[in-house]
């Protein structure tokens, strides 16, 4: 019987996993993920698609059993997300003649979506992503510029946490993004951090997404960017995290090269012992699924094999779960 990564890492930081609700059908995969993890985050099925597909209809089924399937199993839930561009019916952003909707009626579908999702978890949902990728660090203001954006300008993003907290005053909320290890992506999400806790909105922490590659970023890029946040007084937490075995588009393996294992594992290794370093500052680790089986890099950006997480398609432990759990210095 393997150690538990929840039980590793007592006292450091929440282990979490994203996943879907399929598996939560067969009994293997649900052990490993009540085993491993005290913190879930339902991978899709929180998205205003899934939420609100239609203006005013609401659908809870399927993120009603991922969040009591977690409240059952004693473990934490993240909510994951509310604002975002993607999986976002295009309704939100559009009038009844199909031009792009108004501020207010812009406003007013956001209220009512936050509101509603976020006061059904009230007391079950400890920390939202309130908006989800909205840098864009090549634009002067370091805004993307999705249709929230074209609409509303920054203003969206202040909506969006006041809402949220409105629905929830004890939930933790976040602003989460990828490659925040990245300089100028990492000074134009603190700008806006700033810009945000400056004018008193309620804004708690910075979700580090973590897409890692197998040959990229450098540890010491994690590092400072953990540490600059870390001047803003927010909560951080890795949200997404995962290492891509590929470094291109073209190659693609049947089976997971062992010399590609153990790099992967040499890079789990390395960044746990950032993250360990920073442990007073980071609540949640949370990878971007249980196992390689379903890991969103088998459909992104080709369809191939992946071997992105701690255990593979099989479930079994990789060299990259035996190295941080191993690798972690005995206190
Ligand atoms: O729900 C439909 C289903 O009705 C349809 O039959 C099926 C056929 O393709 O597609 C289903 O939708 C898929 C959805 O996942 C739910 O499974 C989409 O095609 C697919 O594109 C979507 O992918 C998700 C992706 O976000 C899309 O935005 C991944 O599962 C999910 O892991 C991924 O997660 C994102 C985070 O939210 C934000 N950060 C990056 C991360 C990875 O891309």
Redesign the pocket.
């Known amino acids: 019987d393997i150690p538990s990564l929840k039980d590793v890492f007592t006292g450091d930081f929440l282990f979490g996993a994203?996943f879907?609700n399929f598996e939560l059908i067969e009994a293997a995969d649900r052990q490993l993920l009540t085993k491993h993890f005290n913190s879930l985050t339902p991978?899709?099925v929180l998205k205003w698609d899934s939420t609100q597909p239609q203006e005013g209809e609401f659908n809870f089924e399927p993120s009603d059993q991922a969040v009591q399937f977690a409240l059952d199993n004693g473990q934490q839930v993240r909510g994951?997300?509310l604002v975002w561009h993607?999986?976002t019916p295009d309704w939100v952003f559009r009038d009844s003649n199909g031009n792009l909707a108004s501020k207010q009626l812009l406003y007013q579908r956001m209220e009512a979506h936050i509101n509603e999702v976020v006061g059904r978890y009230k007391g079950k949902i400890y920390a939202w992503d309130v908006v989800?990728?909205v840098i864009d660090a090549s634009q002067p203001d370091g805004l993307l510029r999705s249709l929230w954006y074209q609409i509303a300008g920054e203003e969206y993003i202040e909506k969006a946490f006041e809402y949220a907290h409105a629905a929830d005053p004890d939930a933790l909320l976040f602003i989460n993004d990828?490659n925040t290890h990245e300089s100028a992506k990492s000074q134009a999400l603190y700008n806006l951090i700033s810009r945000l806790k400056a004018k008193g909105i309620p804004v708690h922490g910075v979700g580090h997404?973590t897409?890692l590659k197998i040959n990229y970023p450098t540890m010491s890029e994690i590092d400072s960017s953990i540490a600059k946040f870390a001047a803003l007084n927010i909560k951080q937490e890795i949200t997404?995290l995962d290492i891509d075995i590929y470094s291109d588009d073209s190659t693609k393996y049947d089976t997971l090269p062992d010399n590609l294992a153990q790099t992967q594992a040499t890079r789990y290794k390395q960044l746990f012992d950032v993250l360990l370093k920073h442990k007073d500052k980071i609540d949640n680790v949370t990878v971007?699924g249980k196992d390689d089986g379903n890991s969103?890099l088998r459909s992104?950006p080709v369809n191939r094999n992946n071997w992105p997480l701690l255990f593979d398609e099989r479930l079994q432990s990789k060299p990259a779960y035996w190295a941080i759990v191993n690798g972690k210095p005995t206190q």
Do not use: S
């Open positions: 994203a879907e991978g899709n994951h997300t993607n999986q989800n990728e990828y997404q897409h997404e971007w969103w992104f």
